[in-house]
């Protein structure tokens, strides 16, 4: 005697929610990559999700580099970020710019600028007059 064969395709499937996972705000630089300016506070286990997915997202668009900006009061997602391949580009006294290289290319993100340089020049005329020039001495009139 043989068994009954039955068919479980007509049996519910049990569904398992799917979590979909949000991205992080970026804007566009002029140079093939993002800026993101993380303002809003929120944990670590919340952060590091959508920077994964956000990073997904921008490998697939071809994004080069990835600049995120972290205000200081946001100081508990640089440790995160850093785990994620992230490195320190620069500081100021209210916030940490963070660079990711995205292509397997060698990394063209430029270093931070460490100082300014300043032009100015005098200008004398035949009678011996001088006329300043260099930011800020401009007059249009």
């Known amino acids: ?34 800026k993101v300016d993380v303002e809003e506070p929120m944990d670590s ?3 590091v999700p959508l920077l994964r997915a956000s990073m997904s997202q921008w490998r697939q668009q071809g994004v080069k580099g ?16 850093v785990k994620e391949g992230f490195r320190y580009h620069h500081a100021e006294s209210d916030y940490l710019m963070l660079v990711y290289w995205i292509p397997e290319t060698p990394d063209t993100l430029p ?26 001495y401009y007059n249009n009139s």
């Open 111 to 136: 270093a931070n600028a460490s100082h300014t340089v300043g032009i100015g020049a005098f200008v004398m005329n035949d009678n011996r007059e001088t006329f300043p020039s260099g930011p800020g």
């Open 1 to 34: 005697m043989s068994s009954p064969i039955t068919s479980t395709s007509s049996l519910p499937i049990r569904e398992q929610p799917i979590q979909q996972v949000g991205l992080l705000k970026a804007v566009e630089d002029s140079y093939g990559g993002v």
């Open 45 to 47: 286990d919340v952060y």
């Open 66 to 81: 990835v600049w995120i900006k972290l205000p200081i009061k946001l100081a508990n997602l640089v440790e995160p970020t």
